[in-house]
């Protein structure tokens, strides 16, 4: 998805919602990185 969106993006030359699309994927990813480590830590 995120190479299927992202190269719709820079097809269609929106470089400033390119940014902003993989930023956002980015935290996203951190934040459920991060929540999985909490959930292993709390014995859930």
């Known amino acids: 998805m995120l190479r299927f ?13 390119l940014v902003v699309f993989y930023a956002h994927a980015a935290v996203r990813f951190a934040g459920n990185r991060v929540g999985k480590c909490m959930g292993k830590k709390s014995g859930k």
Do not use: I, T, W
């Open 5 to 17: 969106v992202g190269g719709e993006l820079a097809k269609r030359r929106q470089y400033g919602e």
